[in-house]
Structures are given as C-alpha cells and as structure tokens.
C-alpha cells in the first residue's frame, strides 16, 4: 500500500560526489515537493514542482536541483555533496488543481551520509 | 543519525491518559490545518486535519481544535498508548494556490509504560 516511493533508506556518499535521490508516486498528484529535516529545525522546504517539467526554489535550494521529467517521479540532485548536506530527506506528494486543501503524503525518507 | 525528536520540546504522558499537543500557527489566513505523526526512522503519515470553518473535529482517539482568534491548534489524544509514541506537528496551508504547507518544528511525545 505505498503511495511515495523513495528508493533508498540510507546513502553514504564521499564529499564532492553527485548524488541522486529518487522519488515516485502512484497517486496521479500533480504536486511534489522535497524537504529535509535536521533535529531542532523541522522540515525544510528545498524545491517543489506543481507540474512536469516545472520545478520552484524552496527556501533553501542551495546546493540542490531537481527533475521532473515525469508525472510520477520528482528527483533531487546534490550536485557535489557536502557534509553539511547529511540529512534526512522527505519527498512528498499533493493533488493539485480543484483539491485544494489536501495534506501531503510523504515517503519513508532517504537518511544521507555525506563523508 | 540523529532523532527528529531530538531539541523538541517534549510531552511525557503515562499510559492511557489523555495527552494534549499545542501548535500556534502563523498565518491568520490560513484556512486548512493538519496534524501528522512521524515515528522513529519513518516519514511524517496524516493523523486529522480541520478547516477554518470548525472550530473541532474528532476522529478515532483524537480530536484537533482550532482557536481562530488566537491562531491555536491543539491534538488531543486519548487513552494514549505506547504506539503513540512519536513526533508530531501541525501544518497550515498558506494560501497563494496550489497547496503549500508550511510546517511547525514538532513536539515529542513520550508514553510512560
């Protein structure tokens, strides 16, 4: 019954390599959205797409990009990790257009190591 | 890794009593609120939400409530049991179309066997 795929638990990744975190839906959402969480700092926004091939900055998209090239499948890019990009990262879902007002649903996680 | 719940204020209930959660949101035009559950190790899953037009909305062993004129919402969980253990945090829809939620930091819950 998962609705938000990520397809990796935990990462461990070298300083200075390009990582790829990978995210789908089976909901149809139009709608979707990464964050990060840190301890004491909630959920963070970094980049969000209300629709394919459309992405917007969050609040702290610095060091990140993302793809959606798919309806389905909204992916985050650290271009060259660094430490200070271990995390906890959340991808989430959300119907767009007429269901407004609608929670989000979020996968698992992906907890990253960057070393 | 760290836990979420680790630097968040945190709520230490005994079994099967009632706990309640407080959350002040920001924004006095927001019209939705949602209140999730995030377990060790897991992502954050939907618990209730409530729209601006109630003031209360009860689902199985919680009830959320909304105070409008002070911009409060409140979790109440009843007979809290060991499952209950967990972060949770309210959101708000912040208008401006297309759904966007702002979160708040959490509050960690603890249930004392």
């Known amino acids: 019954d998962v609705k938000v795929t990520q397809s990796s638990r935990y990462l461990v990744k070298r300083t200075g390599e390009k990582v790829f975190l990978e995210c789908v839906q089976d909901?149809?959402?139009?709608?979707m959205f990464w964050y990060r969480q840190d301890p004491g700092l909630g959920l963070r926004l970094i980049y969000f797409?209300?629709?394919?091939?459309?992405?917007e900055k969050g609040d702290i998209p610095e060091g990140y990009s993302v793809s959606r090239e798919k309806k389905e499948r909204f992916s985050l890019i650290l271009e060259s990790a660094s430490t200070n990009q271990t995390s906890m990262y959340l991808c989430?879902?959300?119907?767009?257009?007429?269901?407004?007002?609608?929670?989000?649903?979020f996968g698992s996680g992906t907890r990253l190591t960057v070393v | 890794g760290e836990s979420v719940g680790l630097h968040l204020p945190t709520l230490s209930v005994q079994e099967g009593d009632n706990s309640i959660i407080n959350c002040a949101y920001s924004?006095?035009?927001?019209?939705?609120f949602i209140w999730y559950k995030q377990e060790s190790g897991k992502g954050p899953q939907f618990i209730i939400d409530?729209?601006?037009?109630?003031d209360k909305r009860q689902g199985q062993r919680v009830t959320v409530l909304l105070n409008k004129t002070v911009k409060h919402l409140s979790l109440q969980i009843a007979a809290t049991q060991p499952g209950d253990s967990a972060v949770y945090f309210c959101?708000?829809?912040?208008?401006?179309?297309?759904?966007?939620?702002?979160f708040g930091k959490g509050n960690q819950v603890v249930v004392i066997p």
């Open positions: 989430a879902s959300s119907p767009g257009g007429v269901y407004y007002n609608y929670g989000y649903t």
């Open positions: 959101a708000e829809n912040i208008g401006g179309g297309n759904n966007r939620l702002a």
């Open positions: 909901m149809d959402h139009e709608n």
């Open positions: 409530i729209r601006s037009n109630m």
């Open positions: 797409s209300y629709d394919v091939k459309m992405k």
């Open positions: 924004n006095s035009a927001s019209d939705y």
